[in-house]
């Protein structure tokens, strides 16, 4: 990619790349937002129309759809695979994606169809990059709704046609190595999912490998931390997220909530693992995280923690405890539902009395050691993505302003 400096002229305070011009957005497209058919008429719906909403613009699939009658007794509209979608409602206000497939929208998405003076991939990376300052300018700190008014009044910065088709050429080539990375992030997870599966059960058992598993209880292979906070100011005050696992307080909460408590938190070295008893989507049965990168930690103590012994590999138990192991003994000790605090009641007597696969050490190491070489992997993967959305990032930072201009081989466009 060549790169060419060319003058600037100030319009409107605003520093004009030569040959591009200012533009409001509705001279440069047609729009259309959708409806929602009567949720009591059964035929209106299970048809074969996806339907749309703000949540799904970047999906190429729906949870719902709608039939015929639906979408002509209502006020949805039909989009074409390639339009550009703007999200006006909704947790994601703002955001904005080139439709995956045909459908019909909801009153909670503008359709942006182009005019022949606007590329759709320019103005996709446009908008996107603008999003923060659109949610900044109209949403008071991400609160409320967008309107059409709204989206048709912003101003864009807008090259000839040619300098469009070129810069969405090198951001589409960009957006296309994320997406191929990304898929192949999705078929490792697929394949380590099946590691999971077979190796965590002994449904599959490594080379060199014999014998039946034991079965054995929690606490003979585990022991229960029951020391407190010492004092010590090099504890991290960590919290469990279902999602992210073991995670600062300060993170997830933007301060320390332990207060007055933090006194009486539980205090875990690297290794140990902590039993969250929030219930979640993710882990219905409750969550238990080890703790990894950190030598010491602070805990809610009303997590139930334990401590591997010498007789298990830890790094073993940590996939087999994320892999719901002990999910259906779980659900048969809990005594009810959620209790007033949000957790579920779990007797800790009980919970170590819970049994646990048991193959000998020297197989739990190696099956440890292909799980962690796939998260090795997964994690290499899912940084180059981070990498190539900031390096797309700072090539929207300056192609979409004009700061630095392609130098244009029309004939390749």
């Not at 695979?81 to 206000?93: E, I, T």
């Not at 087999?320 to 605090?341: C, E, H, M, N, P």
């Not at 962690?372 to 190539?388: G, H, I, R």
């Not at 090539?395 to 392609?406: A, D, F, P, S």
Request: charged fraction near 25%; glycine fraction near 8%.
């Amino acid at each position: 990619m060549e790169f060419d400096s060319k003058s600037k002229k100030s319009v409107n305070n605003l520093e004009m790349p030569n040959g591009w011009k200012k533009k409001n957005l509705r001279s440069l497209a047609k729009f259309f937002s959708g409806g929602t058919p009567l949720t009591t008429k059964q035929e209106f719906y299970n048809g074969d129309i996806p339907f749309i909403k703000s949540g799904e613009i970047y999906d190429d699939k729906t949870a719902q759809f709608i039939s015929e009658e639906g979408l002509n007794s209502s006020s949805a509209k039909m989009i074409e695979k390639g339009d550009l979608l703007f999200a006006l409602y909704g947790a994601n206000s703002g955001e904005v994606a080139i439709s995956k497939m045909s459908g019909a929208i909801n009153q909670a998405i503008l359709c942006i169809k182009h005019n022949v003076h606007c590329d759709t991939i320019f103005l996709y990376n446009y908008l996107l990059i603008q999003k923060e300052r659109i949610i900044r300018t109209y949403l008071q700190g991400g609160q409320g709704n967008l309107s059409a008014e709204i989206v048709k009044s912003l101003s864009i910065l807008l090259p000839p046609v040619p300098e469009q088709k070129a810069i969405a050429k090198v951001l589409g080539s960009m957006d296309e190595a994320i997406n191929a990375n990304n898929q192949l992030i999705a078929q490792k997870e697929l394949r380590k999912k099946w590691l999971m599966q077979n190796l965590l059960t002994g449904k599959k058992r490594l080379k060199g490998f014999i014998g039946e598993w034991k079965e054995v209880k929690l606490g003979k292979v585990f022991e229960e931390i029951k020391s407190v906070n010492d004092g010590g100011d090099s504890h991290s005050v960590m919290t469990i997220s279902s999602k992210l696992g073991l995670i600062s307080q300060k993170d997830k909460f933007d301060r320390v909530i332990a207060g007055e408590s933090l006194k009486k938190y539980t205090q875990l070295r690297r290794n140990d693992f902590a039993y969250n008893k929030g219930n979640s989507k993710t882990y219905p049965m409750g969550c238990i995280y080890q703790l990894e990168e950190q030598e010491s930690a602070l805990v809610p103590f009303v997590y139930i923690c334990f401590r591997p012994t010498e007789a298990v590999d830890a790094q073993f138990y940590k996939h087999w405890f994320l892999a719901y192991g002990l999910d259906r003994q779980l659900k048969r000790i809990i005594t009810s539902g959620a209790r007033g605090d949000g957790l579920l009641n779990v007797n800790k007597g009980d919970f170590f009395k819970l049994k646990t696969v048991y193959p000998n050490k020297d197989e739990q190491t190696a099956i440890a050691q292909i799980l962690q070489a796939a998260d090795k992997e997964l994690n290499l993967l899912k940084a180059k993505t981070e990498l190539l959305k900031e390096q797309k990032k700072g090539m929207m930072q300056v192609l979409l302003t004009g700061k630095k201009r392609l130098n244009l081989n029309i004939d390749s466009l």
